[in-house]
């Protein structure tokens, strides 16, 4: 019964009935591609939708004209106020590979920080030591500036 209803379907409609062993449509059906916005477009809309600000449901036409999301405005506010030019033009997708140089470079960059954070956390934990003596009156071990060793 399905086939029947299928059929009479098939039949009301214009299109052609594909014959049985008969090649299949060559045509391709496009493929929607990923939209790529300039930093300049970016910057552009976002200038418009703050003119459209003040008056009501100008910003919905503007985005309606311009066949965008409010989330686009939204992150593109985001990223202005983050790194204004910079970061709208940024470009998605893996980054490129670093040299052995730059490598080296963030290696040491990230090793300096580290050693950083430890030496002002060991300064801290020094400084705390030297008031909790002064506070319980234990004596503390003076340090002489000429020679750097305890009397």
């Not at 090793?111 to 319980?136: D, F, G, M, P, S």
Request: aromatic share 2%.
């Amino acid at each position: 019964m399905n086939d029947r209803k299928e059929l009479k379907m098939i039949a009301s409609t214009n299109a052609p009935v594909p014959l049985a062993g008969a090649a299949p449509d060559p045509e391709v059906q496009s493929v929607a591609k990923r939209r790529r916005f300039t930093a300049a477009y970016k910057l552009a809309v976002l200038e418009e939708a703050d003119r459209c600000a003040v008056t009501p449901g100008a910003i919905g036409a503007l985005l309606r004209r311009e066949a965008l999301y409010s989330s686009h405005l939204t992150m593109w506010r985001h990223e202005r106020d983050a790194g204004a030019l910079a970061a709208l033009g940024r470009r998605r997708g893996r980054r490129a590979k670093l040299s052995a140089e730059q490598k080296q470079l963030a290696a040491l960059q990230t090793q300096n920080a580290r050693l950083k954070r430890e030496l002002e956390q060991a300064h801290t934990i020094i400084e705390v030591q030297k008031k909790l003596c002064t506070l319980l009156g234990l004596p503390t071990a003076a340090i002489d500036e000429n020679s750097g060793s305890e009397s």
